[in-house]
């Protein structure tokens, strides 16, 4: 039985998501662990903080990174309703400048869908792809 937790659960959260989606990766392909891996932007507090950011965390910067063949997949894991902060947009600009990937993922199965996506060598279409099926906007 799947474990994924439905949003209008009282437990649910970005962190929640994205644990439901990380376990799954690393069990569903565990010749591919270390090539999905989180970045700790979130400090507990002020003092942890400053060291994180004595040691390189970045503000806005994506919640996971995904190393596909040739380019890099930064993903955002976003519950339904919520938006990117400032910093997360322009980290999500600089990606893209740059010729990496970047996607926001609001749902298990929207994860689920993109890894297949780039096992397969395809390139996201857009950053909405997953979570929006009809669309066709791209990030061009």
Known sequence: M?????????NWSEAKLQSECFQWHWNEY???????????????????GNLNKAVGVVKGVADLEYLASGFTCFIEM??????QSREQIRFMRQ???????????RSKP???????QLQRGQRPQSVEQFNQPQSHATHS
């Not at 990606?95 to 990496?100: A, I, K, Q, S």
Request: with cysteine; proline share 6%.
């Open 78 to 83: 976003k519950l339904p309703g919520q938006s």
């Open 110 to 116: 929207a994860f689920m869908a993109l890894m297949q």
């Open 95 to 105: 990606c893209f400048d740059r010729g990496h990937e970047y996607v926001i993922i």
């Open 2 to 10: 799947d474990s994924f937790i439905q949003p209008d659960e009282t």
């Open 30 to 48: 565990p010749e591919e662990r270390g090539l999905l891996h989180c970045n700790n932007n979130n400090s507990e507090n002020r003092i942890k």
